[in-house]
């Protein structure tokens, strides 16, 4: 695991640099993937955390390439995201729904919420299989 500091450049819309500074870097190698959580600051100095999961793949010409995927992490948003990452890794872990003080499972009150559909209204999509003809 590794931790880093330092400064990066970005350009905005009238091609003035922005030096985007990355306050802290961690690191965690986990067998194929790779977790990288950044902390970065707004222009007004506020911090937010980015998750990046990155994926060595192999392309069509043999060529190595990279699949990333990012998530944004807002500081009034760190308390849910949280707590709902503990519920599902505690339910993984423990194999049994969790049930808050309301007596309700934990993820009933979030889609309630959220105006989501339970999983079985979804269809099973496979993304391996997006973009083939």
């Not at 802290?24 to 222009?43: H, I, L, Q, S």
């Not at 339910?91 to 808050?100: C, L, P, Q, S, T």
């Amino acid at each position: 695991m590794e931790e880093e500091t330092g400064a990066k450049e970005a350009t905005n819309g009238a091609d003035e640099k922005i030096i985007r500074e990355e306050i802290y870097t961690k690191v965690v190698r986990a067998g194929k993937r790779t977790y990288f959580f950044d902390v970065k600051a707004t222009r007004k100095d506020d911090y937010y955390l980015t998750i990046t999961e990155s994926k060595k793949r192999l392309g069509k010409e043999g060529k190595i390439f990279y699949e990333k995927h990012k998530i944004f992490l807002y500081k009034e948003d760190f308390e849910k995201f949280a707590e709902g990452l503990k519920d599902a890794v505690t339910y993984i872990d423990d194999g049994k729904e969790i049930i808050r003080e309301t007596g309700s499972p934990a993820g009933d009150e979030i889609r309630q919420e959220s105006g989501e559909m339970a999983s079985e209204e979804f269809t099973n999509i496979e993304f391996d299989d997006l973009g083939k003809k």
